[in-house]
């Protein structure tokens, strides 16, 4: 038996009686699975009073429909290094649920991934898609392989193969990949390059976060990281607040985190600080972004390298993350449970107002408690980073069309699409008694949406 859930309302008993026996049996079906045990219980834990309301989602078992994937994909991933020598990963695709429509989720590459990431990830992207109010399913996916270090070739050789298994199980209404860590446009083009030679067909809605020449919606890129700064401008604005000339601090200094800082900077803030798993740097005078997109984008360097290009205003801290560098709003956008709850005692000490998780699952739900207690507006990724796949969302509707949109439709679209997620969340929690608990009506908006089509559906 594991600790027991915690639940985040008072007026819902009977909802969290009915849903411990649950979780523990989730427990003893997914053995060792940490993240997604973790990603569960965080849903689990807001789902009392939606229960306790509406006994039909019991008697149809709807949760444990849901905590089960509709289908989980393991396979074999041989690859050859520019050497000759011969190499064998594991690819996962977790086809998770579709009752809003295809399997719609990222690929990691990445030498921490394990079926239970990927089911966490998969199990997230349930609700997050549910929340952009697009009709799409949720599906994530990925392997063990470490892009970092191997050539161009390499990686083409890898995505080819990686495509060769996994393209009989995609198309453009079934299931739907795009990036994720260690997944970016280079990969995506390798991928959809095996996918068109092996089907023989053109169909462009079948990944998403292509080039833009070729079938790729204008601010995808940059979709994430400026949706989760539109929504924390949205949490400020419901207190009064606004960013500009916020101290921000930025966690990673990937796809995700380049473009939280670009957005914060266009509302007026200063980024002083980003990551790495090689540690963090500070820039008091504000992070120059076109050195950093060199640097990451380009030349796939270290924030270290920033550092050194930067000379004396810039410093480098090593094996450490960026949390104790005081700031008024934390943006961690790097990877699952990097902020802990001592580093979120450290921020709440140094005056934070608001967190919004650009990665997923990046707090710990230890840390999310210290910031919810103290008052401050906190916003899950389920809802913060939707703007990504809202986005692939859009890239997937403008190729059913044979269309294309300028990047400022695009980011007007994005910028209602997170104004949409910030107020159903924020009206979910007030109208289940949690008022400001984004954690809350994030989980059971996205929760109900898609409960709803598996009522309608039958038993699915
Ligand atoms: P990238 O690969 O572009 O960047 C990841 C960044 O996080 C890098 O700076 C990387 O540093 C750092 N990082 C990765 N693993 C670790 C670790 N174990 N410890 C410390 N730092 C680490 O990925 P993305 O920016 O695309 O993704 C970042 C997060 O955002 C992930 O949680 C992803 O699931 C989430 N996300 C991404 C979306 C997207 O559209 N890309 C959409 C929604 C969520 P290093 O280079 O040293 O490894």
């Known amino acids: 038996m594991s600790t027991p859930l915690t639940p985040h309302t008072r007026d819902d008993d009977a909802g969290a009686r009915l849903i411990e026996p649950l979780y523990q049996e989730i427990l003893r079906r997914n053995v060792g699975e940490t993240e997604f045990h973790q990603a569960v219980r965080e849903v689990l834990e807001t789902l009392g009073p939606v229960l306790t309301k509406r006994p039909e989602l019991v008697d149809a078992r709807i949760v444990e429909r849901v905590c089960e994937p509709e289908r989980q994909l393991i396979f074999r991933v041989p690859w050859s290094d520019d050497a000759g020598g011969i190499h064998v990963n594991r690819g996962f695709r977790v086809e998770f649920n579709s009752s809003l429509g295809p399997y719609k989720g990222g690929l990691r590459f990445h030498p921490s991934v394990n079926l239970g990431i990927v089911k966490f990830l998969g199990f997230e992207q349930i609700f997050k898609n549910a929340l952009t109010g697009m009709p799409i399913g949720g599906g994530k996916g990925g392997s063990d392989f470490d892009p970092k270090g191997r050539s161009d070739a390499e990686v083409m050789r890898f995505c080819q193969s990686f495509m060769t ?55 995808r890129t940059e979709a994430t990281g400026y949706g989760c700064v539109m929504f924390t401008d949205e949490m400020l604005r419901v207190r009064g607040q606004d960013l500009d000339r916020r101290r921000v601090v930025v966690s990673g200094s990937g796809n995700v985190a380049l473009y939280a800082t670009e957005k914060a900077q266009q509302l007026g803030a200063t980024v002083v600080a980003c990551s790495d798993s090689g540690g963090y740097v500070v820039d008091e005078k504000g992070i120059d972004l076109d050195l950093l997109k060199e640097i990451k984008e380009t030349g796939r360097g270290r924030v ?120 159903t969340s924020h009206e979910t929690a007030a109208r289940y008694g949690a008022p400001g608990n984004y954690v809350v009506g994030a989980n059971i908006a996205g929760f109900e949406l898609v409960a709803e089509a598996m009522l309608a559906q039958g038993l699915i």
């Open 165 to 219: 298994e996994l393209h009989r199980h995609l198309g453009e209404y079934t299931d739907v990949p795009a990036g994720d860590i260690g997944v970016g446009g280079r990969e995506i083009g390798y991928l959809f390059g095996q996918y068109k030679r092996i089907t023989n067909r053109y169909e462009s809605g079948v990944l998403t976060g292509k080039g833009v020449g070729w079938g790729g919606a204008q601010a």
């Open 304 to 423: 270290a390298d920033y550092a050194e290009r930067r000379g004396r205003d810039a410093h480098f801290v090593a094996g450490r993350g960026p949390w104790e560098v005081p700031c008024d709003v934390a943006l961690p956008c790097a990877t699952q449970n990097e902020l802990t709850a001592e580093d979120a005692a450290v921020l709440v000490r140094n005056g934070v107002q608001a967190v919004a998780e650009g990665a997923n699952m990046p707090t710990t739900p230890e840390a999310v408690r210290v910031f919810q207690e103290a008052g401050v507006a906190f916003a899950p990724g389920k809802a913060a980073n939707a703007g990504g796949v809202a986005t692939s969302a859009l890239e997937m509707q403008q190729n059913a069309s044979r269309d294309s949109w300028t990047f400022a439709h695009t980011e007007e679209r994005l910028a209602e699409i997170m104004r949409h997620i910030h107020d």
